[in-house]
């Protein structure tokens, strides 16, 4: 399989325990709250595999700022910054984005025609570009990626241990990411109600 | 979902480092070969079977509530219907994306895209048009068939090739409309199952504003949309069938006719020598006659100057 993949489109995904239990934590949070999908960042670093595509490897996630409703859900830009504030926080530097993630409250996983395939190919100059959709209350986690100039796959996903990510030099989070406080969120779509800027991640701590 | 991108995620042509070999040999890819995954697509028809899983860090997941490693590697046959949804070409190029795609250009392989139904439909017209032109000369043969049994034995010749290219159009048409039902009936699955998600969620916690209403209807109408392309399907499909009806009953109204010629020819004396230089054929029209037009009877060609 592998030696078909071509460029640098990722053959495989690893993910790191943290990341996979932050997004499951979020995505649980906010439909317990609100009843609304939910969504945020995948951080870690890309590889090549030796015969041939990449290896993204995903170590951490971050909550994101959106807009979401029952059905969709719009990540906003400044779910970059406030992901890089919230990794800077818990001391985890040298990730980029390799990703996005958002959840299907119990409508299982998959693009949708008219939303997350439009939004995936708005990153479609990445490579490497990862879109995850997970639905937690069916145990239903996929990551989708890019296996051809045109064409998405629902890629080979595992999970990475501790030990797997020492090996390859990435960090390991000692905690996972924080969800982003209401306020904050609040005050980061709609700038005039203002929030909490100072310390977004008092609240909320997973551990 | 709808996500916009930052500056700082342009990639393209940085080098990535190798994985190390230590890690590259334990991922479990070997586990995508059986076939059951989309991964098998990209698969030789010899792939060995499974290997067993090599990577106990990896493979291995805490017994926790969370997760189960079964869970992320789930990708069974049901999600392949994935992998169709995402070449629906209804997507529109971001204009905040400096390198998104110009309106216009080609985005999806040719070939992969779900076809509009309007060329189908017109070219089902078209054959329908065909085949009432053929129908129509076949009517004009059988008053040929009385005066010249010569004539009408080519003219049948040529209408059973006719009916021979309207079958293969008709295989055609049919092999096109599969493609179209199975891409149809996967992504009416995936929006089957959304449909589901969305009437628990509605049952679990109904809507409390108008605003809640009008998300939910808008995702209602991406199954919708797919409801009314597999039903036009499903048209397409009666259509096709009554189409193989009209090819067959011209084709035994073509038996009949040769029979008729046949037996004309048994019955009437020697033809008289043909002139070599004029000679008559029978041609069947090659458009309707317009209303109120005088039939049109035989047309003479020359057979040396065949330019009519």
Known sequence: MMTNMPGSYPCCVLMGEAALKTIDHVVRAVYDETGTEWGGLLWGRVFAHPQGGSVPVVVAATDGICEATRVSCNILPASWEAGRETLSALGITGLEVVGDFHSHPR???????HADVPAYW???????????????????????????EQELYRAPSSLASEEVLRILDLPVPARLSPRIPSAYLASAIHPSRGGNHDDPYHAHSIR | MSTIRTVDQHRDGEELPILPPSVAALIPLDHYADGTTSARVTEPRSAPAPAPLRLPHIATVPEDRFFHRDVLLADGDDRTSLVREAHVPDWE??????TSRQPGEPV??????????????????VTVLTLAIAAAGLGL??????????????????????????????GDRRLQGDEQYDELRAALTAQAERTTGIQEQLAANPPASEAEVTALQQGLQSVEAVANRAATQSALQAEAATLRQEVNRLAVQLGTLQATVNRLGAAAPPPAPTPTAVTTRVEAPTALPSPGAAPRGPRVGSGTNDDD
């Open chain 1, 107 to 113: 409508m299982r996983v998959f693009l949708s025609a």
């Open chain 1, 122 to 148: 708005s990153f479609g100059h990445i490579p490497h570009w990862l879109s995850m959709v997970v639905d937690p209350w069916h145990g239903d986690y996929g990551i989708f990626a890019r296996r051809g």
């Open chain 2, 141 to 170: 043969m059988v008053a040929d068939v009385a005066r010249s049994a010569a004539n009408t034995s080519q003219a049948t010749q040529d209408l059973d090739r006719r009916v021979v290219a309207l079958e293969q159009v008709l």
């Open chain 2, 108 to 125: 999806f392989r040719p070939g992969r895209v779900i076809r509009s139904v309007t060329p189908v439909a017109v070219g089902t017209a």
């Open chain 2, 93 to 98: 190029p971001d204009p905040r994306s400096a």
